[in-house]
């Protein structure tokens, strides 16, 4: 389990945000009520033989009331089928995983008028 940081309107420390898309995420998710945590679970996805962990997957967001974690990611499309991948293996869990990629996080930025999370997005 990665470090928790668990947020409730108003009553959360600030994590130390991987990316700023992150943190402006968070904020839209506070400005609404959405309770979240940052990073709560690492889910092993891939043992070796020796019981060492060879691959594994943190998403970035956990929102507790809606039992679904939230993975942002900003890096170019054709780089995501690695994430892609571990979130479709964590889903046949049946857990509940989305992800945000750089074009999602655009709409949601020019749909709301968000242009903090707009300009926290690399050109």
Not at 50 to 74: K, N, Q, S, W
Request: proline letters at 7%; charged letters at 30%.
């Amino acid at each position: 389990m990665s470090g928790e940081t668990q947020s409730s309107p108003g009553t959360h420390r600030v994590p130390d945000f991987a990316h700023p898309v992150e943190r402006e995420f968070a904020r839209v998710l506070d400005a609404h009520g959405i309770a979240w945590l940052y990073e709560p679970h690492t889910f092993v996805l891939e043992r070796d033989a020796h019981g060492r962990v060879r691959a594994a997957f943190t998403p970035d967001f956990y929102l507790p009331e809606l039992d679904v974690y939230v993975e942002c990611t900003v890096m170019r499309q054709d780089l995501t089928n690695r994430k892609r991948r571990k979130a479709v293996t964590v889903r046949k869990r049946g857990i509940s995983v989305e992800i945000l990629y750089r074009r999602d996080i655009d709409r949601l930025a020019r749909r709301w008028n968000l242009p903090a999370l707009l300009s926290a997005v690399p050109p």
